[in-house]
């Protein structure tokens, strides 16, 4: 059902004349909940983890899923997984209240591993362009800025407790879900640029659209597109809402930019921003955690509770 009060500009249309979405490749990645996974800046990797504490690097050559390497340090379950946009590395967080990064050409064993965080970190994410940056979130909202280079904390500040994300290509802000609510942080100050609210339930995840200018947000039961044109509520471009499903994660899709693929309960919804229309997509036997997409390769991956990760083109 949509929001009326919110209908406004949405990201630039798209003619989606001929779209189609089909599974191309379906493995079981574990045997527990996988709740987390990403592609390589290259399109050529996949990093899944879930439950069980390991990472699994998978080759996706000719659209397939072979895995690559399994990584096994952490000593709990795997939160979040995230690959540099310029560097051949990978940083994957955990309840552990670790963060490792791993050199994805030598991934054998972790290259650093920062301490310092007193409960679970939920989230990790690097700078698109400064290669020594990362950032990490706990359950307790505190947000910690990296040296990669130095191995040492930067920065401690407030503001994220679910999921965190650099803007791409500008890098200006962090968007960090806080319970109900998104907190954008300039990275420079690290003072709070702005606060949008809306959803009434906590934010599962979010996803930047590729220009940095979008934002998409997702809770239990609706999905919301900002704007970073300027600093108000009203850049709530657009919402979308789905009473009684258990969505958890989104993504922009690789080649039409204002249709949002939502993670939810057994299926995928696609949401075509420009015309407030949906689809849903039948998906897995269980609740779809993550999603992940490769811009260069145009397939978007899927992660369950049910164990298995599918590749959608």
Same mark, same amino acid.
């Given at each position: 059902m949509e929001d009326e009060s919110l209908k406004g500009n949405v990201a630039p249309q798209d003619?989606?004349?001929?779209?189609?979405?089909?599974?191309?490749n379906s493995v079981k990645a574990s045997a527990d909940k996988v709740v987390c996974c990403e592609f390589s800046s290259d399109g050529k990797l996949l990093a899944s983890g879930g439950h069980d504490k390991k990472v699994v690097l998978w080759d996706t050559e000719r659209e397939k899923l072979k895995p690559k390497t399994i990584l096994k340090e952490h000593s709990s379950l795997i939160t979040d997984v995230r690959f540099s946009p310029i560097m051949p590395q990978l940083a994957t967080s955990?309840?552990?209240?670790?963060?490792k990064v791993w050199d994805t050409n030598d991934p054998n064993n972790s290259i650093c591993t920062f301490?310092?965080?007193?409960?679970?970190?939920? %989230?990790?994410? *690097?700078h698109p362009f400064k290669d020594d940056l990362i950032c990490s979130?706990?359950?307790?909202?505190?947000?910690?800025?990296?040296?990669?280079?130095?191995?040492?904390?930067?920065?401690i500040t407030k503001g994220g407790t679910a999921q965190i994300r650099f803007q791409p290509r500008l890098g200006r802000y962090l968007a960090a879900a806080n319970y109900n609510f998104v907190n954008i942080i300039d990275v420079e100050t690290g003072a709070l640029w702005h606060s949008f609210r809306g959803h009434n339930k906590p934010i599962s995840s979010l996803s930047w659209d590729p220009s940095g200018q979008y934002l998409a947000s997702v809770s239990d039961d609706s999905a919301r597109l900002w704007s970073l044109l300027s600093g108000s509520d009203e850049?709530?471009?657009?919402?979308?809402?789905?009473?009684?499903?258990?969505?958890? %994660?989104?993504? *922009?899709?690789?080649?039409?930019?204002?249709l949002l693929v939502i993670g939810g309960y057994l299926c995928l919804e696609l949401w075509n921003m420009a015309e407030n229309k949906t689809l849903t997509v039948p998906a897995h036997e269980g609740l779809i955690s993550a999603l992940a997409?490769?811009?260069?390769?145009?397939?978007i991956a899927s992660a369950s509770h049910d164990k298995l990760i599918k590749l959608w083109k």
């Open positions: 003619d989606t004349e001929g779209f189609t979405f089909v599974e191309v955990s309840f552990d209240k670790t963060v301490t310092g965080h007193s409960t679970s970190i939920m %989230s990790i994410d *690097f979130c706990d359950a307790d909202c505190e947000l910690r800025y990296w040296s990669i280079g130095n191995g040492t904390c930067l920065k850049n709530c471009s657009d919402a979308m809402s789905w009473p009684g499903n258990e969505f958890r %994660s989104c993504v *922009f899709h690789p080649t039409y930019p204002s997409v490769s811009p260069l390769t145009s397939l």
